[in-house]
């Protein structure tokens, strides 16, 4: 079992590109979350998505815009980026009830 | 929202007891007290949860005051493998998680 696959590990963006991050998990959990991580500071939700079909803003969401595409996938999208999006991206999934996250190894991503 | 406060860092003597302490005196009744921990910059590992009960695991223990205000996370003998960011969190019953800013956690020889 891969748990939470994040892809690309790395990319370096110029301002205004667009891109998506994609994450994939295989545990069959119904909730999915992305969180972004500053240098030095904590994890700040941007979205998620309690259950397949929904998604929810989180603390941090300008900018992004995310898609569930089944159960399996929830994918962020950035359509212009900025300086300011740089920053490690974290998606998560949870099983339903009080199950805790279990996290993918992040997507670093550079907006020059 | 509920929000979480931590203090920045902590220090502890190897092979002492590491006592994280995390205020929440927003808590709502129905939302769960989580901690995680973060080595270096890996996706943050789960370590234990509880919602009034004080709980313990074969990592640690969860004590959280009666008044479901504040927990502290407590790793009975702290090892230089435990230096880490620890975070707590809180799930809501809407399955939103918010993270604390986390305690730096340096266990010295």
């Known amino acids: 079992n891969a748990g939470v696959t994040q892809t690309p590990k790395f990319q370096v963006l110029k301002t205004g590109q667009s891109m998506t991050l994609q994450c994939a998990q295989d545990?069959?959990?119904?909730?999915m979350y992305w969180y972004r991580q500053d240098p030095g500071m904590g994890l700040r939700l941007i979205y998620y998505?309690?259950?397949?079909?929904?998604?929810d803003k989180g603390e941090v969401p300008n900018g992004y815009n995310v898609s569930r595409l089944n159960k399996r996938e929830f994918s962020l999208r950035l359509e212009s980026a900025a300086p300011s999006q740089t920053s490690v991206y974290f998606c998560?999934?949870?099983?339903?009830?009080?199950?805790?996250?279990?996290f993918g190894n992040g997507t670093r991503l550079t907006v020059t | 929202d509920a929000k979480t406060t931590q203090p920045p860092s902590m220090d502890c003597a190897e092979g002492r007891a590491a006592n994280l302490p995390c205020n929440h005196s927003?808590?709502?009744?129905?939302?769960?007290v989580y901690w995680y921990r973060q080595i270096h910059s890996q996706g943050p590992q789960y370590i234990i949860h509880?919602?009034?009960n004080n709980e313990t695991n074969e990592m640690a223990s969860l004590i959280i005051t009666e008044d479901r205000k504040s927990s502290t996370l407590i790793l009975p003998h702290a090892t230089l493998r435990d230096t880490a960011v620890y975070y707590c969190?809180?799930?809501?019953?809407?399955?939103?998680?918010?993270f604390g800013p986390g305690t730096s956690l340096s266990v010295i020889p």
């Open positions: 998560a999934c949870a099983a339903r009830d009080n199950s805790p996250l279990h």
């Open positions: 545990m069959n959990h119904n909730s």
């Open positions: 998505s309690a259950s397949e079909g929904t998604t």
């Open positions: 927003t808590i709502s009744g129905n939302e769960y």
């Open positions: 509880g919602l009034k």
């Open positions: 969190s809180l799930k809501t019953s809407y399955d939103k998680v918010i």
